[in-house]
């Protein structure tokens, strides 16, 4: 059982240690993707603000060069193009286009082979014209992203977005037009995502409001993904140490609070535990004439506890103080009506060691007896061969007992090996007959031994109660040995509830 239970919480600590992990993984991607989308934006917006700020600066210059009505490529017209494009930081070259074709450039002059500009131009609603990494257009190897309207063109510089290109922190990225027929400029990361279904891309847009394109930024490494691999390795090793330092505190607390210990000390606290009543019927009028008071716990967790483990629990847990008074008070108050009612009517309570050895004990049960103004003689004290003290203690306390006017009862006599040494050391008023030797009443093996022990206790003038009475056989031999006898049992009923037993004694019809 042992074993099973171990393989239980180590099975429980598995799956709660990859819930947490998975939890811990599953947030920590969330919040890193949540930051990145946040740097995202941040470089999506400097992206569009840089691009904003080129386009601004084509626009003006070009329109610097219509603003000069330029007809032809002469010496003055070129020094006007290079007086205008001085002014201006992000336009590489300006130049003049007639019949399509490139014949003069603010850097390169007069053309000696004037370049003809083919198809393949962007038209954007705004009347300019684009086109991008166009090569041979001056006598060296390079290409140019070009705009031109009317008879003006103009060369965007080398690599425009050559600084963005290089922070390469993961994103892809490129500037198209609105409609997404022309791309302006596209950057592809080094880090992209193959054939994942899992974790996809993370894809951000922000438009222009000035001009006619947006900027398209993609993460290609969101969340987890971003992080180099010894550190995700590193980190996923410190997730699994917490979640298993945090499993272990959730298995730990669960279990203690699952442990009978804890939840017994709780119920102590909460007044959880109950008392259930044993009738005790007197044989000649088959009445009955009092009960005994169990004291029972229903857990929701471990069920019908006995009472012989919860009381063991409890000294152990040194509750067991508590657990006495409360029990006594809670009868004392339960069935007060009844024992007012009827003065001859009597409740039984068990006492073991702690009462029998704390001096103030029969004190504090007298001040209860006052409280609820139950008489002394109406309480019997039920003292069991099991206790295991000296007889002189016992003799004391019983002594004591009958000096306040309670009762003393011997009980589950026949179970020790003292019991004739009991009999004439303290002076009991009942002695209780063990359900062992009751229900060997019906064992003709064993019947000669019971009727010698019943002759014994019989001649010692001292009222006997039979325990454990279960059958019809065993209640009329009783009562035909001795029907000044009194019994309790299945025979006649179990242990009642305080209901059930106002219903009982209401009955006027009684035992049948």
């Not at 990494?133 to 290409?143: E, T």
């Not at 945090?246 to 009978?260: C, G, P, T, V």
Request: hydrophobic share 40%; with cysteine.
């Amino acid at each position: 059982m042992k074993g099973k239970t171990l393989k239980t919480n180590n099975n429980k600590q598995t799956i709660y240690i990859v819930f947490i992990m998975v939890f811990f993984i599953f947030s920590f991607h969330l919040i890193v993707s949540y930051l990145q989308l946040n740097y995202q934006k941040q470089f999506a917006n400097s992206l569009l603000l840089k691009a904003e700020s080129i386009s601004s600066d084509l626009a003006a210059s070009m329109r610097d060069v219509s603003a000069i009505s330029p007809s032809q490529c002469d010496a003055t017209t070129i020094n006007e193009l290079r007086i205008i494009l001085s002014k201006y930081e992000y336009t590489h070259d300006l130049g003049l286009i007639f019949d399509d074709r490139v014949l003069c450039s603010a850097n390169w002059g007069l053309l000696d082979a004037p370049f003809l500009l083919e198809g393949g131009f962007y038209h954007s609603p705004s009347g300019y014209q684009f086109a991008a990494k166009v090569g041979g257009i001056f006598p060296v190897p390079a290409k140019y992203d070009i705009t031109k309207k009317d008879n003006v063109i103009a060369f965007t510089i080398n690599q425009p977005f050559k600084s963005f290109d290089h922070l390469d922190k993961g994103f892809s990225y490129k500037i198209v037009s609105k409609n997404k027929q022309h791309t302006f400029h596209n950057y592809s990361s080094q880090y992209q995502l193959k054939n994942n279904t899992f974790l996809k891309s993370q894809v951000l847009e922000i438009c222009s409001k000035k001009f006619q394109y947006c900027v398209e930024t993609t993460n290609n490494r969101p969340g987890l993904l971003y992080l180099p691999l010894y550190v995700s390795a590193l980190l996923i090793c410190l997730i699994g140490l917490v979640s298993f330092l945090i499993a272990y505190s959730i298995i730990s607390f669960l279990d203690k609070n699952h442990s009978i210990e804890f939840r017994l000390r709780k119920a102590i606290q909460s007044g959880d535990l109950y008392l259930e009543y044993q009738p005790i019927i007197e044989l000649k009028n088959c009445k009955i004439v009092g009960v005994e008071s169990l004291v029972r716990w229903k857990d929701a967790v471990h069920g019908n506890v006995s009472p012989e483990l919860f009381l063991s629990i409890a000294e152990q847990l040194s509750l067991y103080s508590k657990l006495a008074y409360d029990s006594v008070k809670r009868a004392f108050i339960e069935l007060s009506p009844i024992l007012h009612r009827d003065p001859e009517f009597t409740v039984a309570i068990n006492v073991n060691a702690y009462e029998i050895k704390t001096p103030e004990y029969l004190d504090r049960l007298n001040k209860l007896c006052d409280r609820y103004q139950i008489k002394p003689q109406q309480v019997k004290i039920e003292i069991t061969e099991r206790i295991g003290l000296p007889l002189n203690e016992l003799s004391d306390f019983a002594t004591r007992a009958k000096d306040f006017g309670f009762v003393i009862a011997l009980d589950d006599f026949g179970t020790g090996v003292s019991n004739l040494v009991w009999l004439t050391e303290i002076n009991f008023d009942i002695i209780k007959i063990d359900k062992i030797l009751t229900q060997s009443i019906t064992d003709e093996f064993k019947k000669d031994m019971v009727l010698a022990i019943m002759s014994l206790v019989s001649n010692l003038n001292r009222l006997v109660i039979f325990e454990g009475v279960e059958t019809v056989e065993e209640y009329s031999f009783i009562k035909e040995y001795n029907s000044d006898h009194q019994v309790q049992g299945w025979y006649f009923y179990k242990s009642l509830s305080l209901t059930e037993l106002h219903k009982v004694l209401d009955d006027k019809k009684g035992l049948q």
